[in-house]
């Protein structure tokens, strides 16, 4: 099993794609979309000012010629975005005036890009929170046919002594604070699918602080009931649960706590039940357990849109760019 960064540019490199940066004179951003420029497999668009993204580019030493430099305040299409900002909003009653006062903020105009088909994906929150990146997708983009919410997942790689990359996938890490039984099931779901695009053959372990019945509680009561619900919805999927972590993934522990199990002792796929447990949980792993952490990547949206750590690095941001690419 390996990590797909290289499947991943093979297969732009066939179908390149265009994705949008929101803030396109932030100088991690800068860096990303130089070296992306240098490869022919993605075409980045910078939003903001002209000059003062020249300006930045040249004194952080970075080449970003090629790359297409989008100011909100001077698009030529700026009233057909305000004409089709108002048509999706106008359940909200919005007005042309409000549309460009919103459209004037380049998480809002980056999105409207994707929507008119400018852009293929979308890259932001440098400086941003992940709601500031959420909530313009929802409003405009709107989950795909069939989901309810909006969801994330860490993907958490690191070498192992075969040579091969461990791979691990961990959600709701940022999004839903404390989902529903029923939002736990479609996390999983979406969560498996997007394991899949990273080489993972998914194992999914539905984590409590009791595995199959040891512990009670409301909260044991709804991770146990969403893991019975995901195995009818998605009866193709190895799903467990209850589970507590260990035994999720040491085969000794699931020997003794669930032996016969598929997917105890071997999960790959991990659905918390809560933010607090999804947060904390990927960050030990990334912290104490070396893993590299790619991330949050957005679920169950009509359209490829990701979020960046505001602590994020170039690297960071060259690789989600990929990532998000490619998901689209």
Not at 7 to 20: A, H, R, W
Not at 151 to 172: H, W, Y
Not at 243 to 269: I, M, W, Y
Not at 295 to 321: F, K, Q, T, W
């Amino acid at each position: 099993m390996e990590f797909g960064f290289g499947t991943m540019i093979e297969k732009l490199k066939k179908d390149p794609k265009t994705i949008v940066f929101t803030e396109g004179s932030d100088p991690r951003i800068l860096e990303a979309a130089s070296r992306l420029l240098a490869s022919s497999f993605l075409r980045p668009i910078l939003l903001g000012n002209l000059d003062e993204i020249e300006k930045a580019a040249e004194e952080a030493g970075y080449n970003i010629r090629g790359a297409r430099i989008i100011d909100p305040e001077n698009y030529e299409r700026f009233d057909e975005m305000v004409d089709l900002f108002c048509e999706l909003r106008k359940s909200k009653g919005v007005t042309p005036e409000q549309a460009r006062k919103t459209l004037s903020a380049s998480n809002y105009f980056g999105t409207m890009l994707v929507k008119m088909g400018e852009a293929d994906a979308l890259l932001g929150g440098a400086t941003y929170s992940t709601a500031d990146t959420v909530r313009p997708a929802l409003q405009l983009i709107k989950t795909k046919p069939g989901n309810n919410i909006v969801s994330s997942c860490f993907i958490l790689v690191r070498p192992s002594a075969t040579g091969e990359n461990e791979v691990l996938a961990m959600a709701d890490c940022a999004i839903n604070i404390d989902p529903s039984e029923d939002d736990l099931v479609e996390i999983a779901g979406e969560t498996a699918e997007c394991a899949r695009l990273f080489g993972v053959d998914p194992k999914v372990a539905f984590l409590s602080y009791s595995t199959l019945g040891s512990g009670k509680g409301e909260d044991v009561d709804k991770v146990r009931n969403a893991a019975a619900k995901a195995k009818e919805r998605y009866p193709e999927l190895p799903i467990e649960g209850e589970l507590q972590f260990d035994a999720a993934v040491a085969p000794r522990v699931a020997r003794t706590k669930c032996p016969g199990s598929e997917v105890a002792g071997h999960a790959n796929t991990f659905v918390f039940p809560d933010i607090n447990a999804g947060n904390i949980g990927y960050k030990i792993a990334q912290r104490l357990g070396n893993f590299d952490a790619y991330g949050p990547i957005l679920l169950g949206l009509n359209a490829s849109i990701n979020d960046l750590s505001r602590g994020c690095n170039a690297l960071e941001v060259y690789s989600m760019a990929i990532i998000t690419a490619a998901l689209a």
